[in-house]
């Protein structure tokens, strides 16, 4: 019995063939990018018919959007419970990246590539775990914990954002080992702050003059 025999005589609730629907365009877009992706192709790989696709989803970007919405639900909440479990500075640095570069290894730039494609780029982060508010919540640990003014610890966390996803990146293309990019990553993130903390600091001192010293008589 073929496997797409089999896929036409389930019956599955609604919401179960939505997301197996969405399971086969992620691993299509895993593969093979967005340009290839067509609702008449999701059908094939199904092995439904591209009629019962549109019965579930209207058309590609919707699908694609929805695609972006279920895959970002996931890797925020990941981050989300993976930050509120971490007791130090550096464990919540460590378990964040740790989630992120576990996630890209398993699915691919998924989010990246959906991310990318015009016709969703416009999309807000739909889920209840933005961007903007992992970096407020890892903010405010850095700015309590560092003791520094929260916008500098809020710049230092948004732009540290970008080192897991330059090291996703790296992951995939290298090959190299997870354990040891995650590490590399981590140290990079941690020294960073830390710099950027001991300058704010250094500048910020105030300059302690020595007693003035009387000029010697001609």
């Not at 190299?176 to 704010?200: A, Q, W």
């Amino acid at each position: 019995m073929s496997t797409s025999s089999e896929h036409r005589r389930q019956r599955l609730a609604p919401e179960k063939r939505r997301s197996l629907i969405l399971d086969y365009a992620a691993d299509m877009l895993t593969r093979e990018g967005v340009a290839l992706l067509t609702m008449e192709r999701i059908g094939q790989e199904a092995g439904i018919s591209k009629s019962l696709v549109y019965n579930y989803i209207p058309n590609l970007t919707e699908l694609l959007r929805a695609l972006l919405e279920r895959e970002l639900k996931t890797l925020r909440r990941l981050q989300f419970e993976a930050a509120e479990s971490a007791t130090t500075l550096e464990d919540l640095i460590q378990k964040v990246t740790h989630v992120y570069l576990k996630y890209i290894s398993e699915r691919g730039q998924i989010i990246e590539r959906l991310q990318a494609e015009p016709s969703v780029s416009s999309l807000n982060d739909p889920t209840g775990y933005s961007r903007e508010g992992a970096v407020s919540y890892i903010a405010e640990i850095v700015s309590s914990h560092l003791e520094i003014p929260h916008d500098i610890a809020a710049t230092i966390t948004d732009i540290s954002f970008g080192l897991p996803a330059a090291a996703g990146d790296y992951l995939l293309r290298s090959k190299d080992e997870l354990e040891k990019v995650e590490k590399l990553t981590v140290s990079m993130i941690l020294g960073s702050i830390m710099m950027v903390r001991n300058d704010h600091f250094t500048r910020s001192k105030v300059l302690r003059r020595l007693p003035r010293v009387a000029a010697p008589a001609d």
